[in-house]
């Protein structure tokens, strides 16, 4: 048996009432497990239990992905909010996609945060903790998803919950494990041979080289794929084709 | 043993942000159960939280209160959602609320329909059969609530749920069971006396007098408190005292 | 000089933050008014800038598409709004993309009601007169947009403003001179070469022969060229030719 | 005839929907101009219209108070938008009001920013100049209200507008002339005789005392008063009569 294994996972269900976005359905059959919006930053009810059903379909583990109220920014502009106030958003938005699930037969598996939230939590351990706390309060069985070696991680390890560290394929990296930020030239990987061989590595080896060369140690659970380019589909089929062919198993994060 | 027994109800929760509406810490103390709304047409996840560790702190049961997604009308302006939409928008409320109560410890009791959703699933059968699916798909084990004789107990009862009877002891009824709509002259009672005696008759005989002087039989297993106007808190504690002199056993529904 | 005239409308800037929506630069060259979104409905400040700016290099003129506050609907779902909120969600709407429109150098021509507020209005004289009294109170020269024989047209006149007779050479018409329901079988035409007809023939006959074979006779100031499907850029682009063919001038509608 | 001369603004206008906050009609007889939220963190069209009307009535020049998108964080929590957001939403809500005022006959006088935007504006040049061109671009004659030697002003300036220099009498004040932040002990001054004599001061000598007592100079063309407190009105008028005894002219600010 393989000591390789590793999970997954896309952001899906971005939809929103007559707004399409992304490829899920192309997704699906690469990725073991999805971060579902839950209607703050993106998704709609209908959306969401259209999301959860596909996911079932497909075999792929079902997890909530919160995001700040703030729609017309897609969750994307960091906003300030109190500890207190994120714990609740958090705890909302987490019950909301239960009852869905629940609806489909499925229990969640993790919960990821979207966007300005899921980076500010990254370096803000008060925030990290908020989130924490409303996994611990909503249930505690549910995995707490972060970048490798953030505040999230640490904080979801404090909580006493299991945590799974992410990495980012298709992103450079600094030497001191955060990403280079999407708008600096040369912070997205777009070829694919560079991306799988990327993943492959980050799993085989737990690391990867930073944009200057350094080699960051990471720790690596799951892998993170983009739905929301057009090759993405393509992409992640590809990625998960270059892991199961250097002998890992793909495999969803509990 | 009295062979009397009743469930009394408010509307609690529904303050948004830095907007205060109601008289929550007042009511509490007079009901049984606490119908929390759930950020669509009221309330938000802070709101959400406070309220229901309110209600825990006076032992008072907490449902989930989904209204259309209407706040600038407060869920009371009447919208034409597909059943599917409503089954959705209704699974999302009551899984958020519920992982809300998690955070504090407690599992909701039960669902009521707020506003124009409430009226307009009181007749129409395939509304009221869509909020039925929902609560069978998030959590078989919560009561549905819904207007005495309504389409809403019937859909209740044929989706398998148990379901409570609500009534409106300040509220006057055509001999059809039906309220007499709310911008009627003589639709709301609000005379303190008037108000309990029916509420007292209303559990004793089964039965209210319409507005014509019929006599119209009821299911009663819960009464409607109103806490949006300046007498509510008063009015809620008089309903209830007259209640227990009269010998009702006053608790909540489950 | 030609007797015939006729302006071609189109629904333009309903993107919403990050999701995109229509086709608009492929439709622009083909219109000769713009209905623009305006927030409630569909469209977002920066949507609406960059729409009218759009507009504007292609000699576009712009009106307001003002619709119900329902974006997880847009716009689709009746909703049950009295006179009086409906006169100020349409002051306000018409307001907003008048800034807009100020700050790239325009002025609105022109205001037509998105949806289901547009088919309610059609039909049902108060919201039409509370349309009608927002265009009055904002600014009365502009041109109030309805379909042709309808409520709209009929409030428009009676508040003296210009009316414009809107006419759907891609919707079947029952006899009475209303659109067959969308959900009907036949309700939308598709072929190029039907539609391109009917449009000529609406213009040079004022007239349109209904799914009955019956001969409706129509006021035609403005022919809705729809944006929403893979086709549609080309199927304006054929109809602007096939009118122009025919001798008919297209320009805006004032 | 008096050198003296100041004008007082308060926000108003702050309900939404169902749920009522401030007290719009004690507060308005005191006030001289009146800054009326836009629908994005407060207020809606009915409110708004309601708003302006009752300014009309007392003869209370009307303004807009533009926020950021945040309903539910009442505008007064930071968010990070582009410049170009910032100019699109100014733009929207100023024309937004422009349109209900002019259905109420009434032009705009002035904008003023809301809670985080005016906050975070006063100190960086690049928002001060987004929510400067939003007015020029709507209507150069506008009037920019800003914190008393913030980059409010001096954006204002360079942009060619007129602009009214805005001072506290119930805040505290640094050496520095920015205001003690709220949540600070003593950063709010409660004491009628205080705050009177503070408003009276900063007209006369344009200056206030900072709290580690030195002496700062002020530009003071408009004083703010505050509503939301149980006292408001009561302070206002309080404030009004000191001016007014001390031979200053309270008169709108342009």
Redesign the interface.
């Known amino acids: 048996m393989s000591p390789f294994r590793v999970d997954l996972n896309a952001d899906v269900g971005e939809s929103?009432?007559?707004?399409?976005?992304g490829q899920d359905p192309a997704l699906m059959p690469s990725i073991t497990s999805a971060n579902v919006a839950c209607?703050f930053h993106?998704g709609?009810?209908?959306v969401?239990?259209e999301t959860v059903g596909l996911a079932a379909r497909h075999g792929v583990a079902v997890g909530a992905h919160p995001g700040f109220?703030?729609?017309?920014?897609?969750g994307r502009?960091?906003?300030?909010?109190s500890a207190?106030?994120v714990e609740?958003?958090v705890?909302?938005?987490?019950?909301?996609?239960?009852?869905?699930a629940?609806?489909?037969g499925l229990r969640l598996q993790h919960v990821k945060a979207h966007g300005?939230l899921y980076n500010m939590a990254a370096s803000d351990r008060q925030l990290a903790d908020a989130i924490a706390r409303?996994l611990v309060?909503?249930?505690r069985s549910l995995v707490m998803v972060g970048l490798s070696g953030s505040a999230l991680i640490a904080a979801g390890r404090d909580a006493g919950l299991a945590t799974a560290s992410e990495v980012f394929a298709d992103r450079a990296y600094r030497a001191d494990g955060t990403l280079v930020p999407r708008h600096l030239p040369g912070a997205v990987l777009g070829e694919e041979a560079t991306v799988t061989a990327r993943a492959v590595r980050m799993v085989r080896e737990r690391a990867v080289t930073a944009e200057d060369g350094a080699i960051v140690a990471l720790d690596v659970d799951t892998i993170c794929v983009h739905g929301d380019t057009p090759g993405a589909a393509a992409l992640a089929r590809g990625v998960r084709a270059a892991l199961e062919q250097a002998g890992v198993v793909v495999k969803a994060m509990r």
């Open positions: 929103f009432g007559t707004y399409v976005l209607g993106a709609d009810p209908s969401m239990r109220p703030d729609l017309s920014g897609f502009r960091p906003m300030t909010l207190r106030e609740d958003i705890a909302y938005q987490v019950g909301a996609l239960a009852g869905i629940a609806a489909c300005a409303a309060a909503v249930d």
